[in-house]
């Protein structure tokens, strides 16, 4: 039997059937000490190309989920990732993907009367009042916080409901389906920091120690900004990883 692997919102192939392998050695269905089927044993089985199939299993390798050994195949290591969550993001679908992958716990929330450095970061004028959000993200592979966010709602939209306990759901996303709007672009800016004692109490990480800091900019289709969210990771815990596609040709 054939099952067919979609790629919805155009997320790559090789990365959803990523997951279904995840998804289907953590129930046993591939026991750790046994090999995943073959290239061409998969390629049957969910209709996809071998590219698909190895660019799928280098994921699971690099996940620390199984080694690939020439001549034998791809043997199962363990039933949960041993390295960090590696985040893959080639459009803002995949931003979806990633909540979806883990849990913000909501810690609390408070409207929140900006002005100096805040308020210039949010473009916004001294006194324009905000609703703050924040929380520690989680995966089921690890028991400590993959990152502490800090979340900053634009005033328009304060008052949207739900944003509570433990969501599986970007919040951009609530933000579009109870406000009838569209994220059209997201400006990503990365930089490393250093844990200081608050943020490594949060995260129970040790003080001092790298941490990747990103802070994403969710404009709706006027350019304005919707959502600021900022997010502290222990380096330990995460990776990010970005794919680019050639928009040219090259000369014959």
């Known amino acids: 039997m054939t099952l067919k692997i979609e790629a919805p919102g155009g997320r790559p192939r090789y990365l959803q059937l990523a997951t279904t392998l995840v998804h289907e050695i953590r129930s046993g269905r591939y026991p750790v000490g046994g090999l995943l089927p073959t290239e061409f044993e ?16 280098k994921q699971l390798v690099q996940m620390g989920l199984v080694t690939r ?3 034998v195949g ?30 913000l716990e ?17 473009d916004a004028s001294a ?12 995966t089921e592979a690890h028991d400590a916080p993959i990152c502490m966010t800090d979340a900053y709602i634009a005033p328009a ?16 996303a609530v933000l579009e389906e109870q406000f009838d709007l569209q994220i059209k672009t997201v400006h990503q800016d990365i930089r490393a ?42 380096a330990d815990r995460f990776s990010y990883r970005e794919s680019f596609r050639r928009d040219w040709q090259v000369p014959a």
Do not use: N
């Open 157 to 172: 939209f304060r008052a949207v409901a739900g944003i509570q306990g433990r969501m599986t759901r970007a919040l951009y």
């Open 69 to 71: 050994q020439p001549g």
């Open 106 to 122: 909501i810690e609390g929330q408070e409207l929140l009367e900006v002005d100096g450095e805040l308020a210039g970061t949010l």
């Open 193 to 234: 920091v250093v844990l200081d004692k608050a943020a490594a109490r949060r995260l129970a990480a040790k003080p001092g120690s790298a941490g990747l800091r990103l802070e994403r900019r969710y404009l709706d289709a006027r350019d304005a900004l919707v959502e600021l969210a900022v997010s502290v990771h222990p």
């Open 42 to 57: 998969l390629c049957d089985q969910f209709g996809v190309s071998r590219f698909t199939v190895r660019e799928a299993v």
């Open 127 to 138: 006194g324009e009042t905000w609703l703050h959000v924040w929380g520690l993200r989680y």
């Open 74 to 103: 791809s043997r199962v290591l363990a039933k949960t990732p041993v390295t960090q969550y590696t985040q893959t993001m080639s459009g803002i679908t995949d931003l979806r993907q990633y909540a979806y992958e883990t849990s």
